[in-house]
Each structure stands twice: as structure tokens, then as C-alpha cells.
């Protein structure tokens, strides 16, 4: 029976391929989403990791950040008999019973952005939710003063990760700026430009003391800082987060966008190749390992902590969106 590595991740126009190369393991990476930026520089990364290991990658993934449409393509990999699958989940606990659908039968399972997956053999993230929230709260203490409210966007209210770095960034803000406060609970439409910018200009009409939004998902960020500019406040509310560096580098030189923290999806798109070729060979993961891509790491559990993080502001933007992030 042919070998095959499967990580999921995101293009819906793969979902059905089915040419595999004779003798090679294959990776297929289904995500979250297809067709935006951030998933666009996994997928360059998945190849190029394929190529560099002789492996046959690829991603598939649905067409909207549906956990239903995960589930199928989970399914239908699980059908053709791969060795590994690998998902970022829009939804945990959708996904944990074909998860463990598929570690009954042999197939090794890797999840990224969801370190509190039970039905995988490990889970990777390039940076700690700890981490990566208190960076985003550090810089909104610095350029607001800790004066006014926030708001927070997230993909989803029941995206793992997402929902893992707006709790660190909240925490941090409670300790050390008690006076700032929330100015509604959070949102989850850090997935959607029009959502977020939708959400925003109905913030800014409520909230006259509005100083800052915090967005943990790859358009968030764009959609607020495009109801900020529409409105004419640049640099009065200050919009960090996630975002493509390519679809941000204007707003950021604009002052729209303050800054933000992430890390690079290309890198994250290698090391699932990297770390399933390595378990696919029999390769053990501990403590303190130097691993191919993700570099020194820190073991939790079954979770991988690699620290990568990717400072987004004017002196750093322009080279990583000419890297095609």
C-alpha cells in the first residue's frame, strides 16, 4: 500500500487530488480556511518543505471556517489510508471524535493552534499563547497609556488558540493596567474583513473612549483598521494583531495600523512536513530538542512550544511582505 504523510490545512481546490508519487510519503495539509494570505504562505511552505525531504505536499481545506467541512476532509483522508494528518481547527471539540477516529486506526495525528486537542500525538506552536498575548497587551499598555477601553477580536469564540492569546493579553492588562477596561465581550469575527470592520464602526459609535483593538485572527486586524481609517482616526485607536504583512504594509506606513506579534505561517507550513516526516520515521520528540525549523523547544504534555516570534511594524513590514507573507 503507498506511504503518505497527510498534514490539514487549506486549499479547497486540492481536496480532490489524488496523484501521489510512487515510494514517497505524502503531505496534504487541510486548514482552517483556503484562499487568504496567511494560509497562502503555509501552503508555499508545505512545499517547499516537500521538496527539500522529497515528499510529495500539498493542502487541502474548505472554502469557509467551517468545522463541518474539516470533518469531511478529515474523513475522506482517513478513507485513503494515510499515515499522518495534521489539522488547525476551527473547532476542538468538533473535530476530537474523527481525531480519534483516525488514531484508532493507526494514523498519527499533529494539530497546530489548538494545544488543548486531546486525540493527537502532538501538537506545535511556534510561539506560547502566554507569550504572544502579553506582547499584544504590552504594546497597547505602551500606546495607550492604559487610558480608555479595548476591544478583542478572535476567529472564532471556540478557536483554541485564538481564545488562549486574548486570555494572556486580558490577564496582563488586569494586573498591570486595572483602569483600562473591556468594551464588550469579546468577538469572534477576527476571521472576516467585513466583519471585523462591520464590528469596529459599531464600537466606535458606541464607545467614545475607545482606544484600542486587539485582534487574535489573520483579517481582524485589516477590518479594523479599515473602519478606523474610513472614520478618519488613525493613530486615535490604536489596531494591533495578527495580519499578512503584504495585505497590512500600506495601513501599517499609514499609522492605521499600530504593530503586532505572530509568527511566520511559511515556517509553520515546514515544520508540519518536518515534524511529520520525523514521527513518520520513528523519530521521538523531547524536551529541550533542537528540531529541523521550529529550533530549540519546550515539551508540555504532547504539546510543542517553539518561541518565533515576528515583531509587524514599519521597520520590519516591508521585507516580510516581499517575502510573499
Not at 56 to 74: E, F, H, K, N, W
Not at 146 to 152: D, L, P
Request: proline fraction near 4%; include cysteine; charged fraction near 20%.
Amino acid at each position: 500500500m503507498k506511504r503518505s504523510i497527510l498534514i490539514v490545512a487549506a486549499l479547497a481546490a486540492t481536496f480532490g487530488a489524488t496523484a501521489h508519487a510512487q515510494d514517497k510519503p505524502t503531505v496534504a495539509v487541510v486548514a482552517k480556511v483556503g484562499g487568504i494570505p496567511w494560509f497562502n504562505a503555509m501552503e508555499q511552505g508545505i512545499k517547499d518543505e516537500g521538496e527539500a525531504l522529497g515528499i510529495d505536499a500539498y493542502m487541502i481545506g474548505p472554502t469557509s471556517a467551517d468545522p463541518a467541512l474539516q470533518v469531511r476532509a478529515i474523513e475522506d483522508l482517513i478513507a485513503r489510508g494515510v499515515d499522518v494528518i495534521g489539522v488547525v481547527p476551527n473547532d476542538r471539540q468538533v473535530l476530537e471524535p474523527v481525531l480519534k477516529k483516525a488514531r484508532d486506526q493507526g494514523i498519527i495525528v499533529l494539530t497546530h493552534e489548538s494545544p488543548e486537542s486531546e486525540n493527537v500525538d502532538y501538537d506545535f506552536e511556534m510561539i506560547s499563547a502566554q507569550q504572544l498575548g502579553e506582547e499584544h497587551a504590552k504594546l497597547l499598555a505602551d500606546t495607550t497609556g492604559c487610558e480608555g477601553s479595548y476591544a478583542v477580536y478572535v476567529g472564532g469564540l471556540s478557536v483554541p488558540a485564538h481564545n488562549a492569546w486574548a486570555d494572556a493579553a486580558v490577564n496582563w492588562l488586569s494586573e498591570h493596567c486595572p483602569e483600562m477596561r473591556q468594551a464588550a465581550d469579546r468577538f469572534g469575527v477576527a476571521e472576516s474583513v467585513d466583519d471585523s470592520r462591520n464590528t469596529t464602526l459599531d464600537l466606535i459609535r458606541a464607545h467614545s473612549d475607545l482606544a484600542g483593538i486587539m485582534s487574535f485572527g489573520s483579517q481582524g486586524t485589516i477590518g479594523a483598521a479599515r473602519a478606523v481609517k474610513e472614520r478618519g482616526m488613525a493613530g486615535e485607536i490604536k489596531v494591533m494583531g495578527l495580519f499578512s504583512p503584504g495585505q497590512g504594509r500600506r495601513l501599517v506606513h499609514e499609522g492605521v495600523i499600530t504593530g503586532g506579534f505572530q509568527w511566520n505561517p511559511l515556517e509553520a507550513g515546514k515544520a508540519f512536513v518536518a515534524l511529520g516526516n520525523r514521527l513518520y520515521e520513528g523519530g521521538e520528540i523531547a524536551d529541550g530538542d533542537d528540531l529541523p525549523v521550529l529550533g530549540t523547544i519546550e515539551l508540555d504534555g504532547h504539546t510543542i512550544f517553539a518561541s518565533k516570534p515576528l515583531a509587524l511594524n514599519e521597520e520590519t513590514i516591508d521585507e516580510l511582505a516581499d517575502l510573499g507573507l
